[in-house]
């Protein structure tokens, strides 16, 4: 028996990074595995046949996180293949980072709309069902810097510092019905998107970190196996920060 086991879980944006790493532990813990992936098609599919081969019932979409009608369209498909959904994983993300002076306003309004929008699109949809079941488990993948706010993101520390208020709201609004809603705020965590950084503001930030090494994709996917599980199941409208203890 794993955590999970019984769990019908969706996650968005698992085709890499992060949401790759929290699909996998998933299928670990033996929860069944939907996911959504847009850009990278190949790798999408890939990991739709690794999860299937770890022995649970696995399936990728392709969606876009970022527009309403999808997320509803997605919840449908999800119920109709996997019959219920007990945990929602918001984790798909972008950066467009620029100094406020030059940022555009289509660099602000794409990381507002793909980060904070697609949660509330896909919170919405997903509780629904969540309502009749009367159990429920929606995880939101947030940053430090939704916290601590960022030079050079502006656009992005406002998104994720939105998820934090939306996830706090969700949690008073949706407690008695049995949901349950939890930021994770991942810190430095090695994946493609940290990769774009410029290697000597990477070397600061590992500076600051007390364990002294940037994070795993797993480290912040064991997180989400927590937050999913029945382990925490008196745990609502908190931010569990995985920042090997950056931000105290
Ligand atoms: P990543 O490696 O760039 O992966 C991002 C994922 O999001 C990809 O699977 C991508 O799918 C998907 N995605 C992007 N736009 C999408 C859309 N409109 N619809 C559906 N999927 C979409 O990034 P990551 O580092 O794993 O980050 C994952 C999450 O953790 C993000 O929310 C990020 O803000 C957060 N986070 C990361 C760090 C870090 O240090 N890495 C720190 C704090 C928070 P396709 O490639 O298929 O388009």
Redesign the pocket.
């Given at each position: 028996m794993g955590l999970l086991t019984g769990k019908i879980a969706l996650i968005?944006?698992?085709?890499?990074?992060?949401?790759?790493s929290i699909a996998i532990q998933y299928a670990k813990q033996g929860a069944q595995v939907a996911f959504?992936?847009?850009?990278?098609?190949e790798?999408?599919q890939a990991l739709e046949k690794e999860l299937s081969d770890l022995g649970v019932k696995a399936k990728g979409y392709r969606?876009?996180?970022?527009v309403f009608t999808e997320a509803e369209n997605l919840v449908n498909s999800v119920l109709t293949d996997f019959g219920g959904l007990d945990i929602v994983v918001n984790?798909?993300?972008?950066?467009k980072d620029g100094l406020l002076m030059r940022m555009t306003e289509e660099q602000w309004d794409q990381v507002i709309t793909?980060?904070l929008k697609?949660c509330f699109n896909l919170t919405k949809a997903a509780i629904k069902p969540m309502m009749k079941a009367k159990v429920g488990s929606i995880i939101n993948?947030?940053?430090?810097?939704g916290i601590s706010g960022n030079a050079g993101q502006a656009n992005?520390a406002a998104s994720?510092a939105g998820m934090i208020g939306f996830t706090k709201s969700v949690a008073l609004e949706l407690g008695s019905r049995n949901i349950r809603c939890n930021a994770v705020?991942?810190?430095?965590?090695?994946?493609?998107?940290?990769g774009e950084l410029d290697p000597k503001v990477v070397e600061e930030w590992l500076k600051g970190i007390p364990l002294k090494r940037a994070?795993a994709?797993d480290d912040?996917a064991d997180a989400v196996v927590f937050l999913g599980s029945d382990m925490s199941r008196y745990i609502s409208g908190q931010v569990l920060q995985v920042d090997g203890g950056m931000l105290t």
């Amino acid at each position: 028996m794993g955590l999970l086991t019984g769990k019908i879980a969706l996650i968005t944006g698992a085709s890499k990074g992060i949401g790759r790493s929290i699909a996998i532990q998933y299928a670990k813990q033996g929860a069944q595995v939907a996911f959504t992936y847009l850009s990278s098609v190949e790798k999408g599919q890939a990991l739709e046949k690794e999860l299937s081969d770890l022995g649970v019932k696995a399936k990728g979409y392709r969606s876009d996180a970022s527009v309403f009608t999808e997320a509803e369209n997605l919840v449908n498909s999800v119920l109709t293949d996997f019959g219920g959904l007990d945990i929602v994983v918001n984790n798909a993300g972008i950066t467009k980072d620029g100094l406020l002076m030059r940022m555009t306003e289509e660099q602000w309004d794409q990381v507002i709309t793909v980060n904070l929008k697609s949660c509330f699109n896909l919170t919405k949809a997903a509780i629904k069902p969540m309502m009749k079941a009367k159990v429920g488990s929606i995880i939101n993948i947030t940053s430090v810097v939704g916290i601590s706010g960022n030079a050079g993101q502006a656009n992005y520390a406002a998104s994720k510092a939105g998820m934090i208020g939306f996830t706090k709201s969700v949690a008073l609004e949706l407690g008695s019905r049995n949901i349950r809603c939890n930021a994770v705020a991942p810190g430095f965590i090695e994946t493609e998107m940290t990769g774009e950084l410029d290697p000597k503001v990477v070397e600061e930030w590992l500076k600051g970190i007390p364990l002294k090494r940037a994070g795993a994709a797993d480290d912040v996917a064991d997180a989400v196996v927590f937050l999913g599980s029945d382990m925490s199941r008196y745990i609502s409208g908190q931010v569990l920060q995985v920042d090997g203890g950056m931000l105290t």
